[in-house]
């Protein structure tokens, strides 16, 4: 007998995020630490590396900028936040839900060379971006001798 298996993308997907979240992990250790795993679900997430910063940009749709927490605690950028279910009457008949909803949570450990004091966060059409400015590092200076 010949049993049906079902086929989910999302979950090769799920497989691949994970083996490049380890891979990325290898080049920059302790970059990206996921500690909190009792969430709904996890926003995907891009790293740009610019000459004068790091840019998050991280995808929440549905989720308003009051729904979203950033903290910063010893060199840690900690994002979290919450996507509200849809509210679905008695007469509703919902036949799929793909949509997730409920808490999220990111976590990073920063690297040295970020100015902490100068981060910065926006939200805008469904994309959260956090902007971690380089250290400006200091430059010789060449001393004339009289």
């Known amino acids: 007998m010949t049993q049906l298996v079902r086929f989910s993308p999302r979950?090769?997907?799920?497989?691949?995020?994970?083996?490049?979240d380890r891979l990325f992990g290898t080049f920059f250790?302790?970059?990206?630490?996921?500690?909190?795993?009792?969430?709904?679900?996890?926003?995907?997430?891009?790293?740009?590396?610019?000459?004068?910063?790091y840019v998050l940009e991280m995808d929440v749709p549905g989720v308003s900028r009051d729904?979203?927490?950033i903290n910063l605690q010893d060199g840690v950028l900690t994002v979290s936040g919450e996507r509200a279910s849809r509210e679905?009457?008695?007469?509703?008949?919902?036949?799929?839900?793909?949509?997730?909803?409920?808490?999220?949570?990111?976590?990073?450990?920063l690297p040295k060379k970020i100015n902490e004091q100068k981060i910065e966060a926006r939200h805008e059409n469904g994309v959260l971006m956090v902007t971690l400015p380089k250290v400006e590092e200091s430059k010789p200076r060449k001393i004339k001798v009289s």
């Open 67 to 69: 729904d979203i927490q």
């Open 88 to 109: 679905v009457s008695e007469n509703d008949n919902v036949v799929r839900v793909e949509r997730h909803a409920g808490r999220f949570f990111r976590s990073f450990r």
């Open 11 to 20: 979950h090769d997907m799920n497989r691949l995020q994970r083996d490049f």
């Open 29 to 53: 250790p302790g970059f990206d630490e996921d500690a909190d795993q009792n969430v709904s679900w996890t926003p995907h997430l891009d790293v740009l590396e610019t000459e004068d910063a």
